[in-house]
């Protein structure tokens, strides 16, 4: 039967490995913090990571939010452009109401305050391909390896309790600043190719 489902079962969808260009896009995605127990003034604190991606690099950075949203976004991306002092051509997303909404069956377009965003940060939007969640593979993958790297730092700090939201902001600032200190040669090679980040600060 093994056999069989191998040779003359329904054919499978084969996923290639992709390509990146140096500074062509940032991936943002949105992971869930739950899991790592976090507490705020001993208070249990459900959130969402918002986090963004060089996948050519693997420079990331990221921010707290408490849902999956557009205004989320417009504190995030600009964070992460205005901390790494450069912009890539591309934005990309999945296709979330945080970026998209529907338009037809199997269609989804921009939100406008989603494309003003863009526009102010000098940057070209565009999303993966409808049920296709591997083209966003590598902040998707980011994010299993950010969580374990947190959990771990977690551990070693004994304490998963943070005084403030200040206070535990900071120490993921820490966190990603000592990740992407490894970036090496190939964050250069990004860095290179990319424009300055000449936006003004977003409003929420």
Not at 14 to 21: N, S
Not at 118 to 127: A, I, Q, S, V, Y
Not at 132 to 147: I, M
Request: proline share 5%.
């Amino acid at each position: 039967m093994k056999q069989w489902r191998a040779e003359e079962g329904p054919e499978k969808e084969l996923f290639f490995a992709q390509q990146h260009r140096p500074g062509e896009a940032m991936q943002t995605d949105f992971t869930s913090m739950n899991s790592l127990g976090i507490t705020i003034a001993a208070e249990p604190y459900e959130h969402l990571l918002c986090h963004s991606v060089l996948p050519y690099s693997d420079w990331s950075w990221g921010t707290p939010c408490r849902s999956e949203s557009e205004s989320a976004l417009r504190k995030s991306v600009p964070a992460a452009l205005f901390r790494l002092g450069r912009k890539p051509e591309f934005h990309q997303t999945d296709n979330s109401t945080a970026a998209t909404h529907r338009v037809d069956k199997g269609k989804r377009a921009f939100n406008e305050g989603y494309v003003e965003l863009m526009e102010h940060l000098g940057m070209k939007p565009r999303t993966i391909k409808i049920r296709k969640c591997n083209q966003n593979g590598d902040v998707e993958a980011g994010n299993g390896a950010l969580k374990r790297y947190i959990g771990q730092q977690l551990m070693l700090r004994d304490c998963r309790d943070f005084a403030t939201h200040d206070d535990y902001v900071a120490w993921l600032c820490g966190i990603f600043e000592a990740r992407n200190r490894t970036r090496g040669k190939k964050l250069e090679e990004e860095l290179a190719v990319m424009d300055p980040v000449t936006a003004s600060p977003v409003t929420e």
